[in-house]
C-alpha cells in the first residue's frame, strides 16, 4: 500500500518537547509514514494558517496526531497562537464529521494526579498513551496500527443465528443459579465448593428427564436432531463447569463428584423402568448428548494434563442397578457411555446424506460453539479407545468406537500428549491413562493391528494408525 500522510499538530512548548516531536516523527517516518511536520514542510514565505488548514483540506492527508502536553492543552482551550488555530480547525471537524478516525491524540504529559493534559474537545475520546517508557513500544505499535488501519483485534466475520435459538417451546433445565453458585465456590474456594458442585450436578441430573422425547410428529430422526440442538446451552454450561474444575480445582472430592454425575446420567440411555413399550431409538437424544458430555470431561481432563483425574474416570466402574441392558450386573465401565444410534443411521438413509458417520459430522460441527478444539476431542476418543482395547482385549460388546477419528486426515500426526510423551518424565505421568508400565505394554496390541488378528475401526476406505497416533517409536525415548 501507498505511504499515509500523516500531519503532527504540536505545541512548541520547550525545546526539549521540539526536540522529543521530531525525534517522533523521523521514528513514524522510518516506519513507512509520509510525516508532515512543520519543522521539515513550512519555509519561509509559506502561509501558515494554509498549511494548517492543509490537514482538513488536502484529500491525501489520512490521518492526524494531536501530540499533547500541558502547554498544548492550555492553548488549545484558550484558543491562543497557532495551536488555538489549528484547535479551531481540528475541532470543528471532529464535530461535524460522522467518521472520527481521521484524528487522534498522542499524550505526552500528566497532571500530578495523572490524569492526561487534553484539549477539552478531545476529553471524552480514546487517545495513545506515550507518556509511560515501559508502555512506549506497546502504544508506539498501537499507533501504527491507527495509521495503517490495521487494529490488532478485528471483528470475525458474522455468523448465522444458532437454530436452537430460533425453536419455540424452548426447554430449561433450571440449572442457572446453582450453575452460577458451583463456578464462583469453585474458583474462590469456598468451604461449600463441593456442596454447590454437587447441587448442580443433582439439578442437571435430575431435570434432563425435560428433554425426553414422549409425544412427537413427522419423522423421528428429525425431531432427535431438534431436541440435540435445544440442549446446546446446557451442554455448554456443563463444558464450563470442567473447564472451571480442570483449571482451578480438580481435587479428588470434586472428580467424584463428576463420576458420580456421569453415572446418574446412565439411565436416561435405556428404558425407564415403567415403560413397557419401546424402540431402540426412543432413547437416541440422550445417547447423543451423554455421550458427547463424556467425551467433553475426558477431552478437558487431557488438555490440562490431569491425567490422574481423567483416569479415575476411566478405570472406576459405574453402579447401574435396574438397567435390563446388563441384567444383574450392576456395575458398567466407561464404555457404556458410547451406545449405539439406529435414528442416525435411519436419517442418513431417508434423506441419502451418504455420510459416513452423521454422529462425527455432529460432534465436529457443535465443537464450534466451544472453547475446546475439536482435535481435543479426537484426543480424547483415541486415548479412550486404546485404554478399552487393552482393558478388554477387543471384546465387541465392550469396546470404545472412536466417532470423531473419522476426521484424522484434518490433524495428522500423533496427537499432543503422546508426541510430548516422548520425554520419559511425561510418559510417565500419561500411563495412569492406560494403567502400563512402559511402551512396550502397546506392543502386543499393535502386533495384533498388523497382523489383523483385531480389527481397527473403518469408514468404508477411511481407518486409523494407533501406532502412528502413540508415536509409538518414540515414546519416553529422552529424558
Same mark, same amino acid.
Given at each position: 500500500?501507498?505511504?499515509?500522510?500523516?500531519?503532527?499538530?504540536?505545541?512548541?512548548?520547550?525545546?526539549?518537547?521540539?526536540?522529543?516531536?521530531?525525534?517522533?516523527?523521523?521514528?513514524?517516518?522510518?516506519?513507512?509514514?509520509?510525516?508532515?511536520?512543520?519543522?521539515?514542510?513550512?519555509?519561509?514565505?509559506?502561509?501558515?494558517?494554509?498549511?494548517?488548514?492543509?490537514?482538513?483540506?488536502?484529500?491525501?492527508?489520512?490521518?492526524?496526531?494531536?501530540?499533547?502536553?500541558?502547554?498544548?492543552?492550555?492553548?488549545?482551550?484558550?484558543?491562543?497562537?497557532?495551536?488555538?488555530?489549528?484547535?479551531?480547525?481540528?475541532?470543528?471537524?471532529?464535530?461535524?464529521?460522522?467518521?472520527?478516525?481521521?484524528?487522534?491524540?498522542?499524550?505526552?504529559?500528566?497532571?500530578?494526579?495523572?490524569?492526561?493534559?487534553?484539549?477539552?474537545?478531545?476529553?471524552?475520546?480514546?487517545?495513545?498513551?506515550?507518556?509511560?517508557?515501559?508502555?512506549?513500544?506497546?502504544?508506539?505499535?498501537?499507533?501504527?496500527?491507527?495509521?495503517?488501519?490495521?487494529? &490488532?483485534?478485528?471483528?470475525?466475520?458474522?455468523?448465522?443465528?444458532?437454530?436452537?435459538?430460533?425453536?419455540?417451546?424452548?426447554?430449561?433445565?433450571?440449572?442457572?443459579?446453582?450453575?452460577?453458585?458451583?463456578?464462583?465456590?469453585?474458583?474462590?474456594?469456598?468451604?461449600?465448593?463441593?456442596?454447590?458442585?454437587?447441587?448442580?450436578?443433582?439439578?442437571?441430573?435430575?431435570?434432563?428427564?425435560?428433554?425426553?422425547?414422549?409425544?412427537?410428529?413427522?419423522?423421528?430422526?428429525?425431531?432427535?436432531?431438534?431436541?440435540?440442538?435445544?440442549?446446546?446451552?446446557?451442554?455448554?454450561?456443563?463444558?464450563?463447569?470442567?473447564?472451571?474444575?480442570?483449571?482451578?480445582?480438580?481435587?479428588?472430592?470434586?472428580?467424584?463428584? &463428576?463420576?458420580?454425575?456421569?453415572?446418574?446420567?446412565?439411565?436416561?440411555?435405556?428404558?425407564?423402568?415403567?415403560?413397557?413399550?419401546?424402540?431402540?431409538?426412543?432413547?437416541?437424544?440422550?445417547?447423543?448428548?451423554?455421550?458427547?458430555?463424556? &467425551?467433553?470431561?475426558?477431552?478437558?481432563?487431557?488438555?490440562?494434563?490431569?491425567?490422574?483425574?481423567?483416569?479415575?474416570?476411566?478405570?472406576?466402574?459405574?453402579?447401574?442397578?435396574?438397567?435390563?441392558?446388563?441384567?444383574?450386573?450392576?456395575?458398567?465401565?466407561?464404555?457404556?457411555?458410547?451406545?449405539?444410534?439406529?435414528?442416525?443411521?435411519?436419517?442418513?438413509?431417508?434423506?441419502?446424506?451418504?455420510?459416513?458417520?452423521?454422529?462425527?459430522?455432529?460432534?465436529?460441527?457443535?465443537?464450534?460453539?466451544?472453547?475446546?478444539?475439536?482435535?481435543?476431542?479426537?484426543?480424547?476418543?483415541?486415548?479412550?479407545?486404546?485404554?478399552?482395547?487393552?482393558?478388554?482385549?477387543?471384546?465387541?460388546?465392550?469396546?470404545?468406537?472412536?466417532?470423531?477419528?473419522?476426521?484424522?486426515?484434518?490433524?495428522?500426526?500423533?496427537?499432543?500428549?503422546?508426541?510430548?510423551?516422548?520425554?520419559?518424565?511425561?510418559?510417565?505421568?500419561?500411563?495412569?491413562?492406560?494403567?502400563?508400565?512402559?511402551?512396550?505394554?502397546?506392543?502386543?496390541?499393535?502386533?495384533?493391528?498388523?497382523?489383523?488378528?483385531?480389527?481397527?475401526?473403518?469408514?468404508?476406505?477411511?481407518?486409523?494408525?494407533?501406532?502412528?497416533?502413540?508415536?509409538?517409536?518414540?515414546?519416553?525415548?529422552?529424558?
Amino acid at each position: 500500500m501507498d505511504s499515509p500522510k500523516v500531519f503532527i499538530s504540536y505545541s512548541w512548548s520547550s525545546p526539549n518537547h521540539e526536540e522529543w516531536v521530531i525525534d517522533f516523527a523521523t521514528r513514524l517516518r522510518e516506519s513507512g509514514a509520509d510525516v508532515i511536520l512543520d519543522k521539515w514542510d513550512l519555509r519561509e514565505g509559506h502561509d501558515a494558517i494554509a498549511f494548517m488548514e492543509k490537514m482538513v483540506t488536502d484529500p491525501e492527508i489520512k490521518k492526524v496526531i494531536i501530540i499533547c502536553d500541558r502547554v498544548y492543552a492550555e492553548k488549545a482551550d484558550r484558543r491562543e497562537g497557532g495551536v488555538g488555530t489549528e484547535t479551531q480547525i481540528i475541532s470543528k471537524e471532529i464535530y461535524e464529521k460522522v467518521q472520527q478516525d481521521k484524528f487522534v491524540a498522542v499524550i505526552v504529559e500528566k497532571d500530578e494526579q495523572g490524569k492526561p493534559y487534553l484539549p477539552a474537545y478531545y476529553s471524552s475520546r480514546i487517545y495513545i498513551d506515550l507518556s509511560q517508557p515501559d508502555k512506549y513500544i506497546e502504544n508506539f505499535e498501537r499507533l501504527l496500527r491507527w495509521i495503517y488501519d490495521q487494529p &490488532l483485534y478485528t471483528k470475525p466475520e458474522l455468523g448465522q443465528k444458532p437454530s436452537f435459538l430460533s425453536e419455540s417451546g424452548s426447554i430449561s433445565l433450571g440449572t442457572t443459579l446453582s450453575f452460577n453458585r458451583a463456578i464462583d465456590a469453585i474458583k474462590n474456594e469456598k468451604g461449600y465448593a463441593a456442596g454447590a458442585l454437587n447441587e448442580y450436578f443433582e439439578v442437571f441430573a435430575q431435570n434432563l428427564e425435560k428433554f425426553r422425547i414422549k409425544d412427537y410428529e413427522g419423522e423421528f430422526d428429525e425431531v432427535v436432531i431438534k431436541n440435540i440442538e435445544a440442549f446446546l446451552p446446557y451442554r455448554n454450561e456443563a463444558i464450563q463447569v470442567f473447564l472451571v474444575l480442570a483449571r482451578y480445582n480438580p481435587k479428588e472430592e470434586f472428580i467424584e463428584g &463428576l463420576h458420580r454425575f456421569f453415572e446418574s446420567l446412565i439411565p436416561y440411555m435405556f428404558r425407564p423402568k415403567d415403560v413397557t413399550a419401546w424402540n431402540k431409538w426412543d432413547f437416541d437424544n440422550f445417547r447423543f448428548l451423554i455421550h458427547e458430555l463424556f &467425551l467433553y470431561a475426558i477431552s478437558i481432563l487431557l488438555k490440562f494434563e490431569r491425567f490422574q483425574q481423567a483416569a479415575m474416570l476411566l478405570r472406576q466402574g459405574y453402579y447401574v442397578p435396574g438397567i435390563s441392558d446388563y441384567g444383574r450386573n450392576v456395575m458398567v465401565f466407561f464404555h457404556v457411555f458410547r451406545q449405539y444410534m439406529r435414528s442416525l443411521e435411519y436419517r442418513n438413509e431417508r434423506l441419502k446424506l451418504r455420510r459416513l458417520s452423521l454422529r462425527a459430522d455432529l460432534l465436529k460441527d457443535r465443537a464450534s460453539y466451544t472453547e475446546i478444539d475439536f482435535r481435543y476431542l479426537m484426543q480424547a476418543d483415541f486415548v479412550l479407545f486404546m485404554r478399552a482395547e487393552l482393558y478388554w482385549e477387543g471384546k465387541l460388546s465392550e469396546t470404545w468406537w472412536p466417532e470423531t477419528l473419522l476426521y484424522l486426515d484434518l490433524f495428522p500426526g500423533p496427537f499432543e500428549i503422546f508426541a510430548r510423551a516422548e520425554s520419559s518424565r511425561y510418559f510417565e505421568k500419561i500411563k495412569c491413562l492406560f494403567d502400563i508400565d512402559t511402551p512396550k505394554d502397546f506392543y502386543k496390541i499393535l502386533e495384533e493391528y498388523r497382523s489383523e488378528k483385531r480389527k481397527l475401526p473403518r469408514w468404508e476406505f477411511n481407518s486409523l494408525n494407533p501406532e502412528s497416533l502413540l508415536n509409538f517409536g518414540k515414546l519416553a525415548t529422552r529424558p
